[in-house]
C-alpha cells in the first residue's frame, strides 16, 4: 500500500510540472504577441537614387522644325484666306457697277451693248449689209475708185455708208441733193447710153453724168435726170446722153435730198448718137 501511495503522489507531482510548463509556455506566447503590437513599425528605407537620363538634341531639333514648318503653314492659310476674301469684295463692287450702270442705261433709254458668240439674225425692213458695209465706205466711194461698167452689163451697190466729196455737189443737177453718192464709169461707144436705177432699187434716186480723165479731174456735166419728171420706173432715176466714141464718162448714183438706200444700176444702148 505504501508503494502504491508512493506512486501515485510522483504521478500527480509530474502531472502537476506539465501543467506549470503549460502555463508558462502560454504565458511566454502571450507576452510575445503583446510585444509585437506595441513594438514600433520599422522605418521605410531610403529609395534608390534615379540616374538621370540625358537629353537627346537631335529630337528636340527635330521637333522644333516640325513646329516652324507648321507655324509657316498656317501663316500661308491665313495669307490666302484674306487674298480670298479682297477678291470676292472687288467680284462683289465690280457687279454692283455694272448692275447699276445698266439699270441707268434701262431707266435713261439708251442701249446697253451685248456681246455674244453667234447672234441670231433679227426681221428687218431695211435690206440686209455685208460685214465690209457697216464697217468702211464702199470702194467706189470716190470718184477716182469708180466701178467699170459695159454695156448691157447691171451692178447692185449701196450708199449707206458713202462720204459726201465737195466735188459731188458741183451742179449738174446735185445741187438739190445732199445725200452721200457713189460713182460708176463707162467707156462710150458711139452710141446712145441709158443709165437706168429703176430695178431692185429702194429709195428715190438721182442720176449725173460727167466727162473727165481717169483722175477725174475737171468733171464737165454731160447728163442729168429732172427729179421732177417720173419716168417709166415712178421716183427710180434713169438717164440717156450721147456718149463718144473712146470717151470716158461717170456716172454718180446718189439719193434725192439726203435719202440713201440700196439701188441696182443697168446700162445700155439702144438708139444711135
Known sequence: DT???????????????????????SSSSAAEVIDA???????????AAVEAVPLDESVY??????????QHRNRNLVIMAVVCCVLFIVLAAVGI???????????????????????TAQPSDAPSSSPSETENPPLNDVCENAQELQ????????????????????????ADSDGPGVWFKVVGQGKAITASTCGGTNFKTRLAVFRADSSCQELECVAQNDPRIRGN????????????EDELYFIL?????????????????????
Open 233 to 244: 420706173c415712178d421716183l427710180h432715176a434713169s438717164v440717156i446722153w450721147s456718149a463718144e
Open 151 to 174: 454695156l448691157k452689163e447691171s451692178a447692185v451697190g449701196s450708199t449707206r455708208l458713202a462720204t459726201l466729196e465737195d466735188y459731188e455737189q458741183l451742179g449738174c443737177g446735185v
Open 97 to 119: 457697277a455694272v448692275a447699276v450702270s445698266m439699270g441707268r442705261q434701262k431707266s435713261t433709254g439708251e442701249s446697253v451693248p451685248i456681246s455674244v458668240s453667234s447672234p
Open 61 to 70: 531639333t527635330e521637333n522644333e522644325g516640325v513646329g516652324k514648318l507648321n
Open 3 to 25: 508503494g502504491l501511495v508512493s506512486i501515485q503522489s510522483q504521478a500527480n507531482k509530474q502531472s502537476a510540472e506539465q501543467d506549470s510548463n503549460s502555463q508558462d509556455s
Open 37 to 47: 503590437s506595441v513594438a514600433p513599425a520599422p522605418f521605410p528605407a531610403e529609395p
Open 253 to 273: 448714183v446718189r439719193g434725192w435730198k439726203e435719202e440713201v438706200g440700196d439701188f441696182q444700176i443697168t446700162l445700155h444702148s439702144d438708139l444711135a448718137p
